[in-house]
């Protein structure tokens, strides 16, 4: 079984609670509350410009030039992608950038990864960012009434081809250094997949909350 088989196992029940989100259900219905989609794009930005410091990141770490190649492209024409269809939202809207805490702890979280653990271990941190989002937009546009939404835009972008493709390349890249490296190893990464998928589900949430810090 490749290594991203067994991750995606072990994430099955955090990805159905994911789906089962009033955040996802109401971003599907359309009816998802503008000023919550807005506080999730903006927290999103913040989240971007460290998941783009971090790809580049994991790019100086890795070995195979490919795949080095690969998260380059990631960290900028993804996250550029991802970045205009924040601009296609927000337009002009002053945005309130003070960063929320599971949008704090989901950055250093991933920023620590990198800093402290293997390259293995710190793509396998990113990878729910691809992986999950993918499986969001295809779910999303297999079940979504016929019907306008104002969220269509952004359901295109993660349903798309052009991510499509990324995420593969992602899944690839993860499952190729799992291969080559220890047992041990292979379990962390499986570790660092599984924390970050809860952080997936507690970004959204948080953005459902519109979450404040409580002091
Ligand atoms: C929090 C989060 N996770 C993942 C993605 C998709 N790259 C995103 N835009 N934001």
Redo the contacts with the bound molecule.
């Keep these: 079984m490749k290594w991203s088989e067994e991750a995606w196992r072990r994430i099955e029940g955090i990805y159905t609670q994911i789906l089962e989100h009033p955040f996802i259900i109401e971003l599907m219905s359309g009816e998802l509350d503008r000023e919550k989609f807005n506080f999730y794009l903006t927290q ?1 930005s913040l ?2 410009a460290e ?1 783009g410091k971090v790809l580049a990141g994991i790019a100086v770490k890795l070995e195979d030039s490919e795949q080095r190649k690969e998260f380059l492209n990631f960290a900028s024409d ?2 550029a992608v ?1 970045q205009a269809l924040h601009q296609f939202y927000l337009k002009d809207q002053k945005q309130n950038s003070s960063v929320s805490p599971s949008c704090l702890l ?1 950055t250093s979280f991933i920023h620590k990864q990198l800093a402290t653990a293997s390259v293995e271990e710190a793509a396998a941190a990113v990878l ?3 992986w ?2 993918k499986k969001v937009g295809d779910y999303i546009l297999a079940n979504q009434e016929e019907q306008e939404n104002q969220y269509q835009n952004w359901i295109d972008t ?1 349903g798309g081809e052009e991510f499509a493709l990324a995420v593969e390349k992602a899944i690839e890249i993860c499952d190729h250094l799992a291969v080559n490296t220890s047992i041990e190893k292979r379990k962390q990464m499986w570790n660092a997949f599984v924390k970050a998928s809860k952080m ?1 589900w507690m ?1 959204w949430d948080s953005a459902y909350k519109k979450e404040t810090w409580p002091v």
Excluded: H, M, N, S
Aim: overall charge negative; hydrophobic content about 40%; proline content about 6%.
């Design positions: 999103d989240y971007l998941f993804t996250v991802e989901y729910p960012c691809f999950i989002y993660y997936e970004f």
